[in-house]
């Protein structure tokens, strides 16, 4: 189970524990998304401050009434088939003209309009800023995942060695990313060499090729409990989730610096196995899995 987590930062939107400092950067801004006021720091960075926020509602919800204006004037319909009625009185052959001209006219002036709002949306869409998202370096570094205590995925409920989950939003500035979390109960990876790392329990950094998921939404309210449906503007605003899961038996390059450690299963084993050592990663692990 992922340990429970309610901050965000802001310059590269990793998910974080309360008080815990980001493993992006010394001067990444972290706010916790469960205390109004720092949450509303988050929103100013994602959508702009409050007045720039009504105004983009106002924008976008003034385009709406923009349509149904549009729309509305398909009344005038009426007008002419009316006009078609008097001039009815007239040559019949006529007639049929000046209504073959008017609902040609009508049919342009319509399909232009219908051009003009969509433009007029497209440009008055709500854009959030999200962060670039940014991979690890090719690494040396490789092995398969050997043991695991095993995890459950939080928006597919899949079960797995680890997981990774990634927020994405199309229309946003700056860059598409728009959270970026990781999680598992620890691992065991053995390199080419037969050398053993150790992934403690707990958030990781997992890259890799992600699947397109639906339903993250749940994770999104068990991140921001001030998160609802109907709000345009959240933080963590996005059209898009990828999961990626590790299982035993998969390939992965470890991409953060690790650091030999004396093996703790081996100390009962006596002297010789006791000096024997693991591999742990220095800070946040941060692993990519290498698909086949
Ligand atoms: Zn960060």
Do not use: N
């Amino acid at each position: 189970m992922a340990a429970a987590r309610s901050a965000l930062c802001l310059d590269c939107r990793a998910a974080l524990a309360r008080g815990e400092r980001c493993d992006g950067g010394a001067r990444h801004r972290v706010v916790r998304l469960d205390e109004p006021t720092e949450r509303g720091r988050a929103l100013d960075e994602v959508w702009g401050p409050p007045h720039l926020r009504a105004r983009k509602a106002a924008t976008v919800g003034g385009t709406s009434g923009g349509t149904a204006g549009l729309l509305d004037g398909c009344g005038g319909c009426g007008e002419l088939g009316d006009c078609g009625g008097a001039v009815g009185s007239e040559i019949g052959a006529a007639l049929l003209v000046v209504l073959v001209v008017a609902i040609v006219a009508v049919l342009l002036w319509w399909i232009g309009s219908k051009i003009v709002h969509a433009i007029r949306r497209h440009r008055a869409r709500l854009r959030p800023r999200g962060v670039k998202w940014r991979p690890g370096g090719p690494s040396a570094l490789r092995g398969t995942v050997t043991a695991a205590v095993g995890v459950t995925a939080p928006v597919t409920d899949a079960a797995c060695a680890a997981w990774g989950l990634r927020l994405r939003h199309g229309d946003a500035l700056g860059g598409d990313l728009m959270l970026r979390d990781g999680d598992s109960a620890g691992l065991e990876i053995t390199l080419a060499d037969g050398a053993r790392v150790q992934i403690p329990a707990g958030r990781l950094r997992l890259d890799g090729t992600g699947e397109r998921i639906d339903g993250a939404d749940r994770h999104v309210r068990a991140l921001d409990p001030f998160a609802t449906a109907k709000d345009p503007f959240l933080p963590l605003a996005h059209d898009r989730g990828e999961e990626l899961r590790l299982a035993v038996g998969d390939t992965v390059e470890l991409l953060g610096p690790v650091e030999p450690r004396p093996d703790p299963t081996a100390a009962a084993a006596g002297y010789r196995e006791a000096a024997r050592a693991v591999l742990v990663p220095v800070g946040v692990p941060w692993l990519r899995r290498v698909d086949a």
